[in-house]
């Protein structure tokens, strides 16, 4: 049992959501996908869109070995330079997390999205927090729905779990979270060290600071009118590094360039990583965070399990890293963590709408 003290020293909810049917059951049962039902899910503005089709190496490939390894640091931090300046989305590869891990953490997330409706619940989102499984950003009755499922859960700090909302089963989820969740912080530090030394920053002090994790683990249903829909809406990421795994071989994330959608091609078990709006604000807009958004398949379902890395969601402020606001200009206001935290959970998933809030110019 956890006890009252245990409780409060957790960050207060994070922000809630309006609570919405299970896009999952909708799909499986397509009497309940009325017409009237249907019409939330309907994007009319998406029709025209240009999407290119990209290729496997259409975005920057690091490799992290590489990146630690003497002989070859120098051209690897380069190319993560780029990437991280030019593109805001590159895909790690050789990252070392263990491939039973990786299995693990895949099957976990399959076996649980298919557990009957009644087990899924226990964990469902409790109101006015948005961890759990249900949906996020569902802020107004009217606005579009995307078509999709989540669980969403905070894993690092230990001490800001809420482990009444962790799944028991399937029965290897738990464990398969926690090593996972270990794997990924490590690989997501060693991208933060490697940032910080491109940025001309201290590297321990820069990594040290993204103590927390959190998980969003995305299931998006098949859907007749797959090319009608959306899976998730664009959005860039609130929070500073996403490590995001494919869980599944269907593909569906696009990613905003040159005022067009290009598909991401992940390679088999590498990580597509992004620059969040956190990091867009903390480097003082050196690297930017992108806008992206996942479309849905006619046939196939699609997991992905995206990992999110932060400052302290307590006791903080967010704003650009004064060291790297030294002698020039600053683009950003620094606000208190509750109050960024706020404007994320209380935007819709709009865009850089959050980041937009945040520039003092605009
Ligand atoms: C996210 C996200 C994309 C995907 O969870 O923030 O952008 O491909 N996911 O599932
Ligand atoms: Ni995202």
Known sequence: METASTT?????????SIPVKSVQDLAANSNNLTAEVLERYIRPEI?????????????PIVDLGRLFDEQFMQD?????KLACEEWGFFQVTNHGIPNKVIEGIKAATEEFFKLPPEEKQKVAQLPGDVQGYGQAFVVSEDQKLDWADMYFIVIQPVQNRNMRLWPTKPSIFRDSLESYSVELKKVAD????SMAV?????????SSK?????????????????????????????????????ASQVEGLQIKRDGSWLAIKPLPDALIVNIGDLL???????????EHRAVIHGEKERMSIAAFHSTSFTGTTVGPLPELV?????FYKTVSMEEYIKLFISRKLDGKSLVEQMKLKK
């Open 8 to 16: 409060s020293t957790r960050p207060g909810k994070l922000g809630s």
């Open 47 to 59: 029709d025209g869109d240009t999407v290119s089709d990209g290729e496997s190496g259409a975005i």
């Open 76 to 80: 690897e931090a380069a190319k993560l």
């Open 190 to 193: 060693c991208l933060l060290r």
């Open 198 to 206: 491109n940025l001309g920053i201290d590297p321990e002090k820069f």
């Open 210 to 246: 993204f103590e927390s994790q959190t998980m969003r683990f995305n299931y998006y249903p098949p859907c007749r009118y797959a090319d009608k829909v959306l899976g998730l809406s664009p959005h860039s990421d609130g929070a500073g590094l996403t490590l995001l795994l494919q």
């Open 280 to 290: 867009e604000v903390l480097s003082n807009g050196k690297y930017k965070s992108i």
């Open 326 to 330: 030294e002698g020039s200009e600053e």
